[in-house]
């Protein structure tokens, strides 16, 4: 199975500062990376697929970036509704894994 | 609007069983993968199992063997059949669109207990 990390495992920030949470798979994934953000209680709301695309509805304050194993998700200006925990996820392979999460908070 | 609709779950001793479904609308059914994804309280975010358009399915080794997925595209839905229940299988089960995830329904709680 493919093993997937994240880092920081939680940040404490601002509104207004730019986050950037990073991932990286144990092999190649091409760019078969998608990013989701979860508040408590709420299912995971999907942000960014194939690495870098935006879902629909998504501001474009969040972006994604990378390929192969090493990847990153930005938030360019952190707003209240942004604190929440964020997960990578591939799905290149069977079973598809997610990384442990990232939890911003103020 | 894509919409998913999970039902099914609820209080199982060990070893029991229970069937998810959900229901899906706003989008081509037959033409998309389909998973469950399930999180255990407090815990992090697990695939359990995935169908293909054409049926094919996979499922994560901590499920082989007790778990069934299946679909219905005359219904637009999607099934678990899950037996032999343990303890650790408690959590939330979600469905959710695709490999890449991009919908989810909000989730039937399965809990596992004597």
């Known amino acids: 199975d493919i093993q997937m990390t994240q880092s920081p495992s939680s940040l404490s920030a601002s509104v207004g500062d730019r986050v950037t949470i990073t991932c990286r798979a144990s092999?190649?994934?091409?760019?078969?990376l998608a990013w989701f953000q979860q508040k408590p209680g709420k299912p995971p709301k999907s942000l960014i697929w194939?690495?870098?695309n935006l879902q629909s509805g998504v501001p474009s304050k969040f972006s994604g970036s990378g390929s192969g194993t090493d990847f990153s998700l930005i938030i360019s200006t952190l707003q209240p509704e942004d604190f929440a925990t964020y997960y990578c996820q591939q799905y290149n392979s069977f079973p598809f894994t997610f990384g442990p999460g990232t939890t911003v908070d103020i | 609007e894509v919409q998913l609709l999970e039902s099914g779950g609820g209080l199982v001793q060990p070893g029991g069983s229970l069937r998810l479904s959900c229901a899906a609308s706003g989008f081509t059914f037959s033409n998309h993968w389909m998973t469950w994804v399930r999180q255990a309280p407090g815990k992090g975010l697990e695939c359990v199992a995935s169908i293909k358009p054409d049926g094919n399915e996979k499922y994560v080794d901590s499920v082989k063997g007790r778990f069934t997925i299946s679909r219905d595209s005359a219904k637009n839905s999607l099934y678990l059949q899950m037996n032999s229940l343990r303890v650790e299988d408690t959590a939330v089960y979600y469905c959710?669109?695709?490999?890449?995830?991009?919908?989810w329904g909000q989730g039937t709680l399965v809990t596992v207990s004597s």
């Open positions: 959710a669109r695709g490999g890449a995830l991009e919908y």
């Open positions: 194939r690495a870098s």
């Open positions: 092999q190649d994934i091409s760019n078969s």
